[in-house]
């Protein structure tokens, strides 16, 4: 729920304290995308009274402004960004603080060092290989030359290969063997021959050749966080965009902003319309009606009045609520659904990624290869030191850059085609499971339907007389009516009774929308799905209002079907509503009234049969279902417990994003496949190359480079034709 | 060859300070907003408002 400034709310939750003893807040500004906007923007901000500073971070979107010491009001600066035409939300600071991004920078550095580190060496390597090639170079400048490479190449390859290192050491600590540790192993052992064939004043150094393998590895190593970065970054955003604080109303009567992870049991807490209930609680004063959607997939508002329990999560649709909290934010129901979605990301955490599953066929493979040569070479009259020299090219030329550096590269390149279309890409391994789904379960409300309710059979007269009632109200039922309306003049001494409607004066009589009991309609049971409108002493008119399909929802699951992939749907929705639903959007296969456990039973009912499903979902009825599903999306307006179950978030209007994703997936998947039987066919080539002895450090230097080239532009084609 | 002694060393010590650059710019956090940076360029700092 965006917060906004009309209400003046107390920001101090988000300020924070600066060095100079003023204070500082990050707000998240929408829309901001060029030159113009961030000059607008942090103009108009710096004119604001006790402002500062201001600075607008156009990458991600955050704007820090700066107040002086014990002054500035934070909902100016709302209000203002407002007026500009740039919506913003305040960010919270816990999430702000951890954002820097210590491990990020450590890799760029290596990266850097690398950099650097193969250029130089190389520059001392050129030469070498010029007298490879029988070109004049006395064996007293080819040791000097040698000696300077070694010296360039050593320490670089040392500190590029850190996180290599690290990396395997953790893995083999825990008895397993990862991607990192023939890496590591690789690299050392270069380094090593390296050094002792320089003082032996031989011919093949490879100094250079493992700087610049660190250098490839380490391209795909960054792409991977970057891409695991961004998406952390972004799902952050999105929950920034939920309710972080409550409203606490201390015993002095007065009210305070405070942040849901310091609401203790027991306190007193005010939930204005449009607000979500931030912890369970007990109702103590206030009528209204919750919409409880979001938990249990029940579209029907429920009615609440002082004494009834509340759930977290749940939306305040009418009046203002006074409760007092049951739980802290952690303890809410919300946590015993978290406990379900941690179960079921425990199971899909067992899943073992596309690389790692080539990493198990290559190692040993090439290790035996390395041994062979070694063993053999010195068996058939080799001599050692040539029998390692080859040994140590086999590591080298059949060096794991296909693995480390194309899957990345694919998996960078889709995710970036994906954001562009909104949709959020949390993880690599998402998208290589996306890819691999045959059963597509979808949820119904806020999924397959836009999860608000709009007027059927509208009558443009009638909603004329009602427009002006209809739009003094915040209910959803009277916003779906005016939706409908034109420009209209309100109505005198408007008057709302929460749970029950609304009364004025039109044209000087009286006027009054609401339940049927309200309007004065007998005999007419109340129902949730309605609104009667009637001036006094006149005939009644009613409303009738659905959950209607997204638009495009019959067409995406046409698209889905053409795709071979089998469709249903599971709903805790009345089962009336379902079949309704599912009979329009073209689905034969559905069930209603689900609990979340059994929707995670079912999930895992379809997993056991050796389905791989994707799970579509929004609610928190979901989350345990998305969580155990073999992959997963939510609309980016779930709840944040939906959201960090999904793998996939995305935003807009339309169902296709889903069919779109698919399809990016699926050309992931291929162009990854394509990567590695290209990384085979160079290695079946190289390798035997390598054991007779083909291979020296120019030839080691020309392949591992142009391999690498190959998979990266390979890996560009990700996407690319379709639409 | 006598030559090599000065610049070999030299080569290097160029590179060296193209590293030592790239290690400043990364401190100072200039790849914390590239978008940002291309856009402020755009932005006329001195027009009197």
């Known amino acids: ?723 | 060859m006598a030559i090599l002694m000065f610049l070999a060393p030299a080569s290097v010590a160029l590179a060296l300070v193209g590293l030592g650059a790239f290690w400043w710019t990364l401190r100072s956090g200039q790849y914390e907003d590239p978008m940002g940076d291309a856009s402020r360029i755009l932005v006329d700092q001195d027009r009197p408002d």
């Open chain 1, 1 to 723: 729920m965006a917060l906004t400034a009309s209400d003046r709310q107390d920001f101090s939750a988000f300020l924070r304290p600066t060095e100079g003893g003023g204070r500082s807040i990050e707000l998240l500004v929408k829309g901001a995308r060029c030159a113009a906007c961030l000059s607008k923007i942090e103009r108009e901000v710096r004119t604001l009274p006790a402002v500062e500073s201001a600075r607008l971070n156009l990458t991600t979107g955050k704007l820090s402004v700066g107040f002086a010491a014990g002054a500035g009001d934070p909902s100016l600066v709302l209000e203002r960004l407002d007026r500009l035409g740039y919506p913003a939300t305040l960010y919270d600071p816990g999430k702000a603080a951890a954002a820097r991004d210590a491990e990020g920078r450590r890799l760029t550095l290596a990266l850097g060092v690398a950099a650097f580190g193969a250029g130089n060496a190389m520059m001392f390597s050129v030469p070498i290989w010029a007298g490879l090639f029988g070109q004049e170079l006395g064996p007293a400048t080819r040791t000097m030359m040698m000696w300077l490479s070694a010296v360039i190449g050593a320490p670089c390859a040392v500190y590029a290969g850190m996180p290599f290192f690290e990396s395997a050491w953790r893995s083999l600590r825990s008895g397993r063997a990862n991607m990192d540790v023939p890496i590591s192993i690789g690299v050392i052992l270069t380094l090593a021959i390296s050094f002792v064939e320089t003082v032996l004043r031989g011919r093949d150094a490879y100094f250079d050749a493992a700087v610049s393998l660190l250098f490839l590895l380490l391209i795909g190593r960054w792409l991977d966080h970057r891409l695991r970065a961004s998406a952390r970054s972004a799902a952050a955003d999105l929950l920034a965009m939920q309710a972080p604080a409550a409203t606490l109303l201390a015993e002095d009567g007065t009210e305070r902003r405070i942040p849901l992870s310091e609401i203790a049991s027991g306190d007193l807490l005010i939930v204005r319309p449009g607000e979500r209930i931030p912890v369970d609680a007990v109702i103590t004063a206030g009528v209204s009606e919750l919409d409880n959607s979001l938990l249990t997939g029940e579209t029907t508002p429920a009615r609440v009045v002082p004494g009834e329990p509340c759930q977290a999560g749940a939306m305040n649709l009418g009046g203002v609520l006074r409760l007092r909290a049951t739980a802290r934010s952690e303890d809410s129901a919300v946590a015993a659904i978290a406990r379900l979605v941690e179960a079921g990301t425990q199971s899909r955490s067992k899943y073992v990624r596309l690389a790692d599953k080539a990493a198990a066929l290559y190692v040993p493979v090439v290790h035996t290869a390395a041994a062979l040569t070694f063993v053999g070479g010195w068996g058939l009259g080799l001599g050692p030191r040539e029998a390692l020299l080859r040994a140590v090219a086999v590591l080298i030329i059949t060096c794991p850059c296909a693995l480390g550096l194309a899957v990345p590269a694919v998996q960078v390149t889709a995710s970036a085609r994906l954001f562009r279309r909104g949709v959020l890409v949390k993880s690599g391994a998402a998208l290589e499971r996306l890819a691999e789904v045959d059963h597509v379960v979808f949820d119904k409300t806020g999924v397959l339907t836009e999860g608000r309710p709009q007027l059927i059979d509208p009558v443009p007269a009638a909603i004329a007389m009602a427009a002006p009632l209809a739009k003094a109200s915040a209910h959803p039922l009277s916003k779906a009516l005016a939706a409908h309306a034109g420009p209209t003049l309100l109505a005198d001494d408007i008057v709302e009774t929460a749970g029950q409607g609304v009364e004025g004066v039109i044209g000087g009589r009286r006027a009054r929308l609401g339940r049927a009991a309200f309007v004065g309609v007998a005999g007419v049971p109340a129902s949730e799905t309605e609104l009667w409108f009637g001036i006094e002493g006149d005939t009644k008119v009613r409303f009738v209002f659905a959950d209607q399909l997204r638009a495009d929802a019959a067409q995406t699951i046409a698209a889905l079907k053409a795709r071979g992939l089998s469709v249903e749907i599971l709903s805790g929705d009345i089962p009336g509503a379902v079949g309704r639903a599912a009979e329009s959007a073209g689905v034969a296969d559905w069930r209603a009234s689900l609990a979340p456990a059994d929707k995670a039973r079912l999930m895992a009912e379809r997993t056991a049969q050796g389905r791989k499903v994707l799970m579509v979902g929004d609610g928190l009825n979901d989350a345990a279902a998305l969580a155990g599903a073999h992959a997963a999306m939510a609309p980016g307006t779930a709840l944040d417990a939906s959201q960090n179950a999904a793998d996939l978030v995305f935003s807009g209007e339309k169902l296709a994003a889903v069919v779109e994703a698919l399809d990016v997936a699926r050309s992931a998947r291929s162009r990854a496949l394509e990567n590695f039987s290209f990384a085979a066919l160079y290695n079946m080539v190289a390798a035997p190359a390598a054991m007779i002895g083909l291979v020296n450090p120019f030839v080691a230097a020309l392949a591992m480079s142009g391999s690498s080239l190959v998979v990266t532009l390979n890996a560009l084609r990700t996407g690319v034709g379709r639409r």
